[in-house]
């Protein structure tokens, strides 16, 4: 894999134009996997720079609002051929700024490539219903209006798809963007929003403001005239996205946490369900609110299951998502590397025990960067902090139960409500799982991470909102239904 030499310094992007912060700041980003590499240069924003992002945005609004839901699409679809031509370079830039394998970054980016055509072809489809009046001679329907001005907060854990899901429904659906991206991801943001300039979007549709989130974030959550909020991130920040948006009456979307159980019953495929668990909890360093976390086995089964997961844990490869051969990365940046090995060092003082990992890998050329063994706990409680707190890292926490009613119990026994698999060949022990599970995406014989991008995705209790992302329920967020009467 060739890595890049260029650092760039990447400017704001504001009513069709890249420029400096009002700072005159910038930041530096760098590698996870080489903590001194630098990978570019993003602005160190102010508030007055998201109060001209937005005025830029709310300047594009009846214009782009104006063209036909074809004219739109087709404009996505130029953005998702551009970013084609530049697959590569998105996804090295991907793994060098966050972390993940350059395999993981390039499905990623073609992930968000496909999103863009999906929501390309809604230009076309309809957005409302006729609906019989009470008068004979009058004709009533429904249509649906755009929000205006939309503020996304995106996380960097999937910097080009997350981004995309947001902005992809948003634009299609008339709507201008007013986007924050994480810092540890703002330069692979740039390349996104590089793409779209490429593809001649009309000044002010897409605005980036690049800083820090108690600055530009919390702007974006404020600011009068941004009329909805969709966020991807933590529980704490998403309560102030809620709190800001209620206060002044926006609307807001909001993903947050998980901490997904995967049920391996007596009469599971081991072989599929150690794969599912491996690739679900530890892929893209366990730093995906999909990932499993909680492992609930049959004790039937336990100590065979145990030994299949752990030895296939222990040929993993860690290193730079660069080079070939690498299966896990490093975590994104030292805080959250300080994170994981905390909640590993909580784990064992509650008692649980460590079967493979726990450590920071003794390998000299991993000292650069901010690596973490992937670990497996034995014993662990529900009510134990691994078994209860998201850990977004590469930790497994196994825990026995006799049956599948237990198994059930224990699966819901968290404040978070995302995801949930069941591994078993009995229909009716599935369908018992698919009924009593609390989370807002069930899977059956599959791995809890991932999700598909045609269907709504989004969680229960802690995890979500409520309003759900991509699909066709995308539309319900991000526009406002107008019922419409007309008599001759």
Not at 99 to 128: C, Q, S
Not at 182 to 192: L, N
Not at 387 to 407: D, R
Request: contains cysteine.
């Amino acid at each position: 894999m060739t890595v890049q030499t260029e650092v760039k310094t990447y400017g704001n992007f504001i009513g069709g134009e890249w420029i400096s912060s009002s700072t005159n700041l910038v930041e530096r980003s760098y590698s996870p996997a080489h903590r001194n590499e630098i990978v570019g240069y993003y602005q160190s924003s102010s508030t007055s720079d998201v109060d001209k992002a937005v005025a830029a945005a709310q300047n594009a609004t009846a214009t782009w609002r104006n063209l036909s839901g074809a004219q739109r699409g087709d404009l996505l679809f130029k953005i998702a051929d551009i970013m084609e031509k530049h697959l590569d370079e998105i996804a090295e830039t991907l793994t060098r700024e966050m972390g993940k394998t350059f395999p993981e970054a390039k499905g990623e980016t073609l992930r968000g490539i496909a999103i863009l055509r999906y929501y390309a072809g809604e230009g076309l489809r309809k957005t409302g219903d006729v609906i019989p009046a009470s008068d004979s001679k009058a004709l009533m329907y429904t249509t649906r209006v755009p929000l205006g001005v939309v503020g996304i907060i995106t996380p960097w854990n999937f910097p080009v798809a997350i981004p995309l899901w947001k902005m992809a429904p948003a634009l299609i659906y008339g709507n201008t963007v007013v986007i924050k991206p994480a810092q540890e991801a703002s330069v692979t943001c740039a390349k996104i929003i590089e793409c779209m300039e490429q593809a001649g979007l009309p000044a002010g549709v897409v605005n980036m403001v690049t800083g820090k989130g108690s600055v530009v974030g919390t702007r974006i959550i404020d600011h009068p005239q941004i009329n909805g909020i969709s966020f991807t991130g933590s529980n704490s920040t998403g309560k102030r996205v809620a709190f800001g948006a209620i206060e002044r009456g926006a609307k807001y979307q909001l993903e947050m946490g998980g901490k997904n159980p995967i049920i391996i019953a007596d009469d599971a495929d081991l072989e599929e369900a150690v794969e599912a668990t491996i690739s679900g909890g530890l892929r893209s360093t366990g730093q995906k609110c999909t990932a499993t976390s909680r492992v609930i086995v049959q004790e039937g089964i336990y100590e065979e299951f145990k030994k299949r997961l752990v030895d296939r844990t222990r040929e993993l490869k860690v290193g730079d998502g660069l080079e070939e051969g690498t299966w896990m990365g490093p975590c994104v940046n030292e805080s959250q590397l300080n994170t994981v090995l905390s909640y590993i060092e909580k784990g064992k003082e509650e008692g649980a025990t460590v079967l493979v990992g726990g450590n920071r890998p003794s390998a000299i050329e991993l000292q650069d960067g901010y690596f973490v063994e992937p670990t497996i706990f034995d014993d662990v409680k529900s009510d134990m902090t691994i078994g209860q707190e998201e850990i977004f890292g590469p930790v497994l926490a196994l825990i026995k139960v006799k049956t599948i009613e237990e198994a059930i119990e224990l699966a819901n026994d968290i404040p978070y409500g995302l995801c949930a698999s069941i591994f078993t060949k009995n229909i009716g022990k599935a369908f018992q799982f698919i009924e009593a599970s609390e989370a807002g995406l069930v899977r059956v014989n599959y791995e809890t991470a991932g999700v598909e991008l045609q269907a709504p995705f989004g969680g229960m209790k802690a995890s979500s909102s409520g309003a759900r992302e991509q699909g066709t329920a995308a539309i319900e967020f991000y526009t406002s239904i107008k019922t419409v009467f007309v008599k001759p």
